[in-house]
């Protein structure tokens, strides 16, 4: 088997981490660098002249975007962007034969990418990718000069209305989040606001890297996590900031595994 040399990119620890074992898992992958930032990636195009790049979009300095731009044609590798963006940028992708996996990410969207770069291999021309990486590129840049036209996933701050009253609280105070109907009870700085929307509509405002689901009806931000307890049954306790108590159901304990896999040290060694 032709194994891909493989570089994957990204800002984020805990997301490069998580690239890194779903990866681990393909024996066509050879992982051959990781790096932190779009600098990195940049050199380690250059020197290594990977077949694979998996790369992080939204990163500060030099972005994904920079990075492509950056990079020789002649030494282009197969890119999958990792991307939270709307369906704006999707379709520019799709137009453009640009392969991209959605955040928070997804086992089977991670091996469509990984098969359809195994099938592009042999017949991979580097400069013919710039060109379609480039073409996509622009034209996600073309709607962001329209700003009407998009749903920013970048907003860092959740308004809430109450009567004559409107409170914005910042994404990174968000602690946890529990749908009651049509309303969602927001959890922050030690006060509950209420706010009339779903949580699905909330979650696809948050950041993705942060805010996972655990329950068909809560939502927590990973970055408050003190400790994890393990229940009978594949079931979770987890602590958020050591004060608040909230269940992972089964159905979504992964994200809660993954969290473990990287932050060994939160689990509750006790716990059965």
């Not at 681990?24 to 790096?35: G, H, L, Q, R």
């Amino acid at each position: 088997m032709t194994q891909l040399k493989t570089i994957i990119v990204d800002d984020e620890p805990l997301a490069l981490g998580l690239m890194k074992s779903k990866l681990k898992k393909f024996d066509s992958i050879n992982i051959i660098a990781e790096c932190k930032n779009g600098r990195e990636a940049i050199a380690a195009i250059l020197e290594l002249e990977p077949d694979l790049v998996f790369l992080d979009i939204d990163m500060p300095k030099i972005n994904g975007f920079d990075v492509i731009h950056k990079t020789q044609p002649e030494l282009t590798p197969m890119v999958v962007f990792a991307t939270a963006y709307e369906q704006y940028a999707l379709d520019a992708f799709k137009v453009n034969a640009v392969d991209y996996i959605l955040k928070p990410l997804d086992d089977e969207l991670v091996a469509r990418a990984i098969h359809r770069a195994e099938q592009r291999h042999q017949q991979h021309d580097k400069a013919q990718e710039k060109s379609n990486l480039i073409s996509a590129i622009e034209a996600i840049r073309s709607h962001r000069e329209h700003p009407k036209s998009l749903t920013a996933k970048d907003d860092k701050k959740i308004v809430v209305k109450d009567g004559d009253q409107i409170t914005v609280l910042k994404q990174d105070d968000l602690k946890w989040v529990d749908a009651a109907g049509d309303y969602c009870c927001l959890h922050a700085n030690g006060e509950t606001h209420i706010k009339r929307t779903s949580l699905t509509e909330l979650l696809e405002k948050l950041d993705p890297n942060n805010f996972k689901r655990v329950h068909r009806s809560t939502i927590i931000n990973l970055n408050f996590i003190s400790k994890v307890k393990s229940l009978p049954k594949g079931e979770f306790f987890v602590e958020l900031g050591g004060q608040e108590r909230v269940k992972v159901s089964r159905t979504y304990k992964t994200a809660i595994r993954e969290f473990l896999e990287l932050n060994p040290g939160k689990k509750d060694l006790t716990s059965t």
